[in-house]
């Protein structure tokens, strides 16, 4: 599966932001998607993920309640929407899918090694 993130930018704290991740490939639909993100010299952390049909979703403490992530498959893109968003936001994010079979389930799967497919990182830089 390729991915395409884009969305990112200078947004002031408190504002808003959304986030887009086409995805391309035969099965790509089927695929949960999931959003990290990283600072420098810091891990890639989960920030949120859900499941094919969108029904099930997950989500960072740091986030919930701010951000949204959603799906179309029909456009083959999956959405982070970024609310009441603070200066520890500020990092690059990326979008990330794996095959539904993989193990972990994908409720448990937090971890960057769990997800083998990755699209480049785009840019949030949040001001206060």
């Known amino acids: 599966v390729q991915l395409q993130a884009s969305g990112g930018g200078l947004v002031q704290a408190g504002g808003s932001l959304r986030l887009s991740c086409a995805a391309s490939?035969?099965?790509?639909?089927?695929?949960?998607m999931a959003w990290f993100r990283q600072t420098p010299g810091k891990e890639r952390e989960f920030v949120a993920a859900?499941?094919?049909?969108?029904?099930?979703?997950y989500y960072a403490d740091s986030v919930k309640g701010r951000f949204t992530i959603s799906r179309d498959n029909a456009k083959n893109t999956v959405y982070l929407q970024m609310n009441s968003l603070k200066p520890e936001d500020t990092a690059v994010y990326y979008c990330?899918?794996?095959?539904?079979?993989?193990?972990?389930?994908?409720?448990?799967?937090?971890?960057?090694?769990?997800?083998?497919?990755w699209g480049q990182g785009t840019l949030v830089t949040v001001s206060s």
């Open positions: 990330a899918a794996r095959p539904p079979s993989y193990s972990p389930d994908t409720a448990y799967a937090r971890y960057r090694y769990q997800w083998p497919d």
């Open positions: 490939g035969r099965t790509s639909s089927t695929y949960p």
């Open positions: 859900n499941t094919w049909s969108g029904g099930d979703t």
